[in-house]
């Protein structure tokens, strides 16, 4: 990989991580926002595949995990992210087929990050929240990951699919 291409995907990573604590923090509905590093990850598993994927999830989940104004245990969302990233990698062959089966991967995506994020809080015994809030926001987080997904998805795949390297014959 290049500079210059890591540089675009860090670029495209950190404004995902600040549109989602700044700009949407004021569009939050019971204090969930949309997850756009997640999408960002699964947009990534979607072009380039797993291991491409969780390396991105990683680092878009350390750094939502560093941003201000964070309450929780770090490493949590860098955790999920990875897992989203090789998930929706592992099934990147039928999911990048139809725009139904992207936006169903982006569901599922959602749901096991959220509840990854939320689980991990609780075997941490992560005081900022309570076990009964953290399950309640899961199905909030999905409706709102689903929502944004048209608007994100189809953008960020054809960046990837621009900045993925030609592929060498010998």
């Known amino acids: 990989m290049t500079a210059l291409r890591a540089l675009l995907l860090t670029g495209v990573v950190l ?6 604590v700044s700009v949407f923090s004021a569009l939050s509905f019971d204090g969930v926002v949309p997850n756009l590093a997640l999408l960002v990850v699964v947009a990534a598993a979607l072009v380039r595949g797993p291991e491409f994927a969780a390396v991105l999830g990683f680092l878009g989940g350390l750094a939502i995990d560093l ?7 770090a490493g949590r969302w860098a955790l999920s992210l990875v897992v989203v990233g090789y998930l929706a990698g592992r099934v990147r062959q ?3 087929s139809s725009a139904v089966a992207a936006v169903l991967t982006v569901a ?6 959220t509840s990854l994020f939320a689980l991990s809080g609780m075997l941490l015994h992560d005081p900022a929240i309570p076990v009964g809030e953290a399950l309640a926001v899961i199905p909030v987080a999905v409706v709102y990951d689903v929502l944004v997904t048209p608007f ?3 953008l960020v795949m054809r960046l990837f699919r621009h900045l993925q390297p030609h592929q060498v014959a010998y």
């Open 108 to 113: 599922a995506c959602s749901f096991v990050g």
């Open 152 to 154: 994100v998805l189809p």
């Open 67 to 73: 941003a201000p104004p964070t309450d929780h245990v």
């Open 94 to 96: 039928d999911a990048g």
């Open 15 to 20: 404004l995902a991580v600040v549109l989602q």
